[in-house]
């Protein structure tokens, strides 16, 4: 293992594919005619506080999370399943994935009469497991990242004949996935720039084959998490690199690495790769839910969080932010917004120690309340050896505009002789 965490090149550079002989535009504008019934043509919803708060031109919103089954990965996994012999379609087919590639294989199944079987990572979300059994596949859970699934669906595809339809790598994926950038052209003819979450590759590599085919000048850029920042490694030393460990909440690009087919479109095709937080993924879920009225994954929002962090600089440029998908359970969102509300300062928790438990818990909220603020949450805590023995503890969440005003709401319940402030967020 290298000394940045990563494998050694798993891939000599020789034996990997040209671009061309991956995808075309051709290939793309076929995929589109065989998807033109099957999926929805997503909207692009424009942008001025984004562009205000980036810098660019204009800032147009590719909703992919408003896509048939809830992303873009249904576009490729009907696109290549569409293609199948009708031996294959016999046998059935088999695939792995973080939750979107398994909906789309589901329900592209579902639409072609083709029995599925979904092998999904321990992280995949319930509901995104639900969803793919709700579609008619059977799911199978196994192993702690992507790889693993990945290797385990391999193994069923040999054991029972089943085919393996690949999330990435894969050109008639690819081609699919590439639809959205033919209807970026059409909805955003001032394009300039394109942001992009990747995984594995596949999506940014058919949107970038339509873009550089149309007009090499275009930027695209993609978007990985710091915690699974394979493709730019890649890119620099020329070989694949596999990273040795995966630690990110956007399970959606929670891949290890790109394949010969994704990394030879890559490699050729996408002119940059950024890394964001989860953290700032977090504040990009959140403002995409308060401005945008949109409910996002982590990985749907990573472009929006590059577009945020200054990441890539945009300075007076027509940007394209792919939303990618929208595939999260409510408890996980409402957890991803309060990080992303602390983040931008107008969110806290803080201890309290109050006396006449819960008498005073009027005084509590009426304070929070005279001073502008709103509770979120307030709920008694487990007795720890720093605690003041004469008063309970308490653990409040207090919502506000920003940090001098959530500073004001905590001094003003300190202030209060029933109730002391221990430690808080803000500290």
Known sequence: MSSDGSNDGISDADEIPAAEEVVTLADVEAARNRLEDVVHCTPLDRSTTFAER??????????????RTGSFKIRGAYNAMAQLSPAECERGVVASSAGNHAQGVAFAGQLLDIETTIVVPEVTPSAKREATRGYGAEVVVSGDIYERSYEHALDLADEDELTFVHPFNDERIIAGQGT???????????LDTVLVSIGGGGLISGIATVLKAHDPDFRVVGVQPEGAFHAKPSLERGEIHELSDVNTVAEGIADARLLEKSFAVVRERVDDVVSVSDREMSVAVT?????????????????????????????????????SGGNVNLAEHAELTRTGRM?????????????????VLDILAATVERHGAELDVLERARRTAADDPNRTPVIVGVEGSGP??????LNALDERDEISVGNSTMD
């Open 54 to 67: 980036s810098g660019a031109a204009s800032v147009g919103l590719k909703l992919e999370n408003m896509q």
């Open 404 to 409: 001098d005003h959530l500073s004001d709401v």
């Open 343 to 359: 983040e931008l300062g107008r969110y806290a928790e803080a201890r309290l120690g109050v006396d006449d438990w819960p008498t």
């Open 180 to 190: 959205v950038g033919l209807e970026l052209l059409e909805q955003f003819p001032e």
């Open 287 to 323: 403002l995409l839910a308060e401005r945008a009225k949109t409910v996002a994954e982590t990985a749907g929002a990573a472009p929006l969080a590059a577009l945020l962090s200054g990441a890539v600089d945009v300075e007076g440029e027509n940007v394209a932010v792919v939303v």
